[in-house]
């Protein structure tokens, strides 16, 4: 006979997608083979000074945690996160959102990498092996910023869209005073800045065929306190015209014009119904799991009451 404890405990570690426990073996395999073949590392981490001729492993390296808290972490985060994300998304884009993340995550630290030894001259930054899933999970919390921004996590009492700035808050004031940093944190720096890049921007709609999330709720002086916003804003403005071709209107409707004509992905109340999803999914999943959770704790009493 089982409890109420160990029903609702059951619906918790439950609903996880088959996309998502497929990568969570692949993450825990990559750790069992660097933990036998220690060489492997050599073949599957980014290694700049090694990048060219291995250049697979810009795309290998993110799956490769060689740490036992890393591949923990990494995998707990890919399962409880993914369920959020991957019904909402879709698993196509799901997956096409990981590998993206992933590759251009891993091309930018090799660029910053191999930047860095050209400045200071020490080859430990050519030669230290860099993998890990933590820029991808840095990225699967500004799709949870994006998605149920408003929506409070009853443990931390945070509002979600708080998530990816208090990562890297943390992770930097880690940084500090740990001479690993340079392990991880360019890598969830880029993970959070480049996931942002493809949600805001580049991320299709196939029910719209829009692209991004140009509303004000999902810009980038979102992710600093409300005080440094005036100061952020016209830097990522500049930015937005470097990177993306697109200045930013401030006429009624807050979109992206090129000549009198929106851009794709410039309609906010796409986005603000794509949020309002999001917060509908969570609130249909949640309450499918008290379901559950009850459903099991009635069954459990008419056992017991039968067993009587």
Not at 10 to 26: D, E, P
Not at 113 to 135: C, D, K, R, W
Not at 292 to 304: P, V
Request: net charge neutral; hydrophobic share 45%.
């Amino acid at each position: 006979m089982s409890s109420p404890a160990i029903s609702g405990g059951t619906s918790f570690f439950s609903g996880f997608t088959r996309l998502c426990k497929g990568l969570a073996v692949v993450l825990v395999g990559g750790h069992i083979v660097v933990q036998i073949l220690p060489s492997a590392v050599i073949y599957l981490a980014l290694i700049p000074a090694r990048t060219i001729p291995f250049a697979w492993n810009l795309i290998t390296a993110g799956y490769i945690e060689q740490s036992v808290h890393g591949v923990i972490i990494s995998t707990i985060g890919l399962l409880f996160i993914g369920k959020l994300l991957e019904p909402i998304w879709g698993s196509r884009e799901f997956l096409k959102f990981i590998f993206l993340v992933n590759f251009l995550t891993s091309l930018c630290v090799f660029v910053t990498a191999i930047s860095l030894y050209y400045v200071t001259m020490q080859e430990n930054y050519l030669y230290m092996p860099l993998s890990g899933f933590h820029g991808v999970l840095s990225g699967f919390l500004v799709g949870i910023k994006q998605i149920i921004p408003d929506q409070e996590l009853s443990l931390l009492r945070i509002k979600a869209k708080w998530l990816p700035s208090l990562a890297l808050l943390l992770s930097i004031i880690i940084s500090i005073y740990t001479a690993e940093s340079t392990t991880y944190l360019p890598t969830l720096i880029f993970g959070t800045y480049l996931s942002w890049i493809y949600l805001r921007y580049l991320q299709k709609k196939p029910e719209t065929k829009l692209r991004g999330d140009p509303s004000d709720e999902f810009a980038f002086s979102t992710f600093f306190p409300e005080f440094l916003r005036p100061v952020i804003d016209p830097i990522a403005s500049i930015f937005d015209r470097m990177l993306c071709g697109r200045s930013e209107t401030s006429n009624e409707t807050r979109g992206y014009s090129l000549g009198g004509a929106p851009l794709p992905g410039s309609d906010p109340i796409e986005a603000s119904r794509r949020r309002e999803r999001g917060a509908r999914a969570l609130e249909e999943r949640l309450a499918a799991e008290r379901l559950a959770a009850s459903g099991s704790e009635e069954e459990s009493k008419k056992d017991a009451t039968d067993n009587v």
